[in-house]
């Protein structure tokens, strides 16, 4: 059984960092990418961050230039740096696994909350 277990969602305040980690286990059959989708309060879910086996990354233009993706192959886990974080980031995170580039992702993660508040 495939699970993807998120970790390091909270609150932060404007212009703070979190980083999100996703690790993965069990086989992932025909996955080559793993990424972050988000949803805020009334509005639907968005691609954050893609990143694919053989390196390729890509980022929503909301987010480029402040979050980062990358990936620790021998722990089977991906991270998400989230920096200058403004209100407008604050959603409901979720990991996924999927086909490049990611528009229907097989496998979720649970979803951690992500708060920027003052």
């Known amino acids: 059984q495939v699970q993807l277990v998120e970790s390091g969602g909270g609150l932060v305040q404007p212009g703070g960092s979190l980083r999100l980690s996703c690790a993965a286990s069990?086989?992932?059959?025909?996955?080559?990418?793993m990424g972050w989708y988000r949803q805020a309060p009334g509005k639907q879910r968005e691609l954050v961050a893609v990143m694919a086996i053989f390196g390729r990354t890509s980022y929503a233009d909301s987010v480029k230039g402040r979050f980062a993706i990358s990936a620790d192959n021998a722990k089977n886990t991906v991270y998400l740096q989230m920096n200058n974080l403004n209100p407008e980031d604050t959603a409901v995170s979720y990991c996924c696994?999927?086909?490049?580039?990611?528009?229907?992702?097989?496998?979720w993660g649970q979803g951690p909350q992500v708060t920027v508040s003052s």
């Open positions: 069990g086989s992932i059959f025909s996955a080559n990418a």
């Open positions: 696994a999927g086909r490049w580039p990611l528009d229907s992702p097989g496998y």
